[in-house]
């Protein structure tokens, strides 16, 4: 349940998300990920891609590629009218299981210097900025942090 008492449910990706998705991306990302790029990652065996709907509603993704024992997300959004109802923590508490029931050793991702909010909430997951990529992003030009979030072993 959510602060409003709306119910959080978290299932794989499936293809009847893939429309509220591309809108999704449009409406966070000034390089938003196309249709045909979402419906790739059903088929792909790397592919851990979760939805969060909020009483059957989409309400947000994350995209993680698991390579090996690390794991690298690639995008997490929740709609606007959606947000600070704990949907995105629904979402990484989902991949945080993922990542211990098959022994991971680490997760990382790139985030925009400015984007002070996903770097907070990346931070309550105890992600560390571990490095920097300089001129990353495109539209508008940005660098990147990287940011990382270990599981022990030799992390
Ligand atoms: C970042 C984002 C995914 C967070 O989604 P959300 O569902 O609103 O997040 P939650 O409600 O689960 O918030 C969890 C924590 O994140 C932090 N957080 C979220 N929104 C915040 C805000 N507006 N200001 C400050 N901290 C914030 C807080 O620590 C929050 O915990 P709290 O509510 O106990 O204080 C969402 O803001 C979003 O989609 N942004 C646009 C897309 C984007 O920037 N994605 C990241 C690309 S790298």
Redesign the pocket.
Known sequence: MDEQGQSITVVEMQPKHIEALERLEQE??STPWSFDALVSELSNPLAVFRVAELDGEVA?YVGMHHIVDEGYIC????FSQ????????SLMQALDDYARENDMASIS????ES?Q??Q??YE?FDFEVVGHRKHFYANPTEDALIMTRSYGGLF
Not at 82 to 89: F, I, L, P, W
Not at 109 to 112: A, I, K, S, T
């Open positions: 966070c990302f947000g995008n997490i959004a929740v959606y947000r600070r109802r704990g949907v995105a923590t991702l790139e985030v925009r984007n909010i996903a907070q909430f309550k």
